[in-house]
């Protein structure tokens, strides 16, 4: 049974996505009278982040109508007014392939931890059948593998993204965090190393100064040009004289001119600015600007990532705008927009008609009446659980790749991988996250990176991985022989230490781009889905474009109080603090959180 709502508001917002989460939040802020709609009972749209069991939930969703939209007959209008239905066809998630890789739990056979060793180990003389001394009592328990059925009921140890993203240290998103006091609403990670691909194996990117002395595998004259050339683009910048030849070239012709050596060529263009073959010289110059800023303000690299993924943040900016009077409504659906002398009256939602002064909607509710352009941003997405890192070390890391197209139609591929640590999933497993701009189906586009580095084929539990630690997210320096082998073993052991795929799934997002026409109406503002950057920063910039459209001389998400410093009408005002009294406070704040534990 649908609520009713309050009727008359200053801003409706639809769709609680990264943009209109921003521009609800600042709204609210300024003391703007917000109501936030979703069709959906999750947050996020098609920002959320899914533990395992609402990924399958989602999953089947998709596959069910949802047309439930009122019809224009219904809608009582004013002889002036005008009712354009709503839809979701601009939201639309196309090519669902899930597949499993592994067995149910009943059809494993049983696996023991000695049967696992001797065959890892293997030394090589053929004598299979020597005793263990009599002193030595021989240890044999039963390795759990995954299963199916394993990883459905640790589902709650999941946290799957449908558009994950990282947070450059010192990007939009960041600052915005910090100015407006929201980020004490999220937790994050350090990214703690960027790859790349380089002589057929992935290498790690030195991202410092002290990294790029550091990595024998760059000779001293390549440190020196690589150190100079990153200074050039951090401290002049693209509109310095040193690029002005450049405006209208490549940012791969600039690093040509220069005469550098194909390492410092690759570290720059890959690694560094993630650029292709057609990035402009001034994009080139601002993503290695930017991705040097962003090093050394919370770590060796540039990047952050949200715990518990990247469909927290715009939950982060709805706890705001409830904070400061926001009334929110989970399913509950747009169902059309009434039109008046070229601007939104009201909308209709279920039973009610809901005035308002501003409507911001998400791209996914557009009556098609006033869409131009569906867009050419269209992205491919792969999900992955696997065994183990693409990339093994001493420890667990939060790992970023950018794999540049090896031919002609394909796209560079971004991939994040997340292993326990960050909550997205259980231990022993890791998250592979891949993304890039569609060009047939999410499968085949990703499939040359895919080929790669992951073993995506079913899984033979009869076969005993080469390494006894194939299900926990570090290899410890004493065992690192186990992966070594011999030289005849070495092309078999390097495909046998692929990560193997255990589930996937690949998926077509909508395009970003989407554009209006004309005859939409001045007060309708356009929120749009996940884009193609690495980062947030065009949500950011698009919701401030918005909030600045609506209400161009209020502040942008001022900073919000923290709750000591609220003070509530009648009260009196605390006077100033002095260190004694903020060490009592802090006391008493203790152990009340003790007590209420």
């Avoid at 997205?424 to 497993?429: E, N, T």
Wanted: with cysteine; glycine share 6%.
């Amino acid at each position: 049974m649908e609520d009713d709502l309050p009727t008359e508001y200053d801003v409706i917002v639809v769709g609680t996505g990264m943009t209109e989460s921003i521009v609800a939040a600042a709204a609210s802020r300024i003391g703007k009278k917000v109501l936030h709609l979703d069709s959906n009972e999750y947050y996020g749209g098609l920002w959320a982040t899914f533990n395992f069991d609402g990924l399958q939930k989602w999953i089947e969703d998709l596959k069910s109508s949802k047309d439930n939209i009122k019809d224009v007959s219904e809608i009582d209008l004013q002889p002036d007014e005008k009712f354009l239905k709503a839809s979701d066809q601009y939201s639309t998630v196309e090519n669902i392939e899930e597949t499993w890789y592994i067995s149910n739990e009943a059809d494993l056979p049983v696996v023991s931890s000695k049967d696992t060793q001797t065959d890892s180990i293997g030394d090589g003389s053929g004598s299979g059948d020597e005793k263990p001394d009599d002193d030595k009592v021989e240890k044999k328990e039963n390795v759990k593998q995954w299963s199916i059925d394993r990883i459905r009921k640790e589902y709650r140890k999941f946290n799957i993204d449908l558009a994950p993203k990282l947070l450059f240290a010192r990007g939009e998103l960041v600052e915005l965090l910090i100015s407006s006091n929201i980020s004490r609403y999220a937790e994050f990670r350090s990214v703690s190393r960027v790859a790349t691909f380089m002589f057929g194996k992935l290498k790690r990117v030195p991202c410092s100064r002290e990294d790029i002395f550091k990595d024998k595998s760059v000779k001293f004259e390549e440190k020196r040009m690589l150190l100079k050339l990153l200074t050039s683009c951090m401290v002049q910048g693209a509109d310095s004289p040193e690029f002005q030849e450049f405006q209208d070239k490549t940012f791969l012709e600039y690093l040509q001119s220069k005469n550098l050596t194909p390492m410092v060529q690759y570290y720059i263009s890959q690694a560094i600015a993630m650029a292709t073959d057609n990035t402009s010289c001034r994009d080139g110059v601002n993503r290695t600007s930017h991705f040097l800023n962003s090093i050394g303000r919370y770590g060796n690299t540039p990047f952050l990532w949200p715990m518990y993924g990247s469909g927290e943040l715009p939950q982060c900016f709805c706890r705001l705008c409830a904070v400061f009077g926001g009334v929110y409504c989970l399913k509950r659906q747009l169902d059309g927009i009434v039109i008046d002398d070229h601007k939104c009256k009201a909308i209709i939602s279920g039973k009610q008609r809901l005035t308002l002064e501003h409507l911001v909607v998400g791209q996914g509710h557009l009556p098609p009446e006033i869409v131009a352009s569906e867009g050419e941003q269209r992205i491919s997405r792969g999900i992955f659980i696997t065994d183990r890192s693409i990339m093994q070390g001493e420890k667990e890391n939060l790992t970023l790749l950018y794999y540049p197209p090896e031919e002609a139609g394909q796209e560079a591929v971004t991939v994040i991988e997340l292993g326990p640590s960050t909550n997205a999933c259980p231990q022993g497993l890791f998250m592979v996250h891949m993304t890039c701009k569609r060009t047939t189906n999410a499968k085949e586009d990703l499939a040359y990176v895919v080929n790669k580095f992951l073993k995506a084929e079913p899984f033979d539990p009869s076969v005993i991985r080469s390494s006894i630690h194939s299900h926990t997210q570090t290899v410890s320096p004493e065992k690192r022989h186990l992966q070594e082998g011999g030289e005849e073993d070495k092309e078999e052991t390097a495909e046998n230490l692929k990560p193997q795929v255990l589930w996937s799934l690949y998926l077509n997002l909508p395009a970003s781009d989407i554009k209006l026409n004309e005859s939409a109406p001045s007060n309708l503002h356009l929120c749009s889905g996940p884009d193609l950057e690495l980062d947030f920063d065009f949500a950011v910039n698009q919701a401030q474009s918005i909030f600045k459209t609506m209400y161009p001389d209020e502040e942008f998400l001022p900073r919000a109080p923290d709750p000591e410093e609220i003070v509530i009408e009648g009260e009196e005002a605390p006077g100033p603090k002095f260190e004694g009294d903020i060490e009592a406070e802090e006391k008493q704040d203790v152990e009340k959180a003790e007590k209420e534990e």
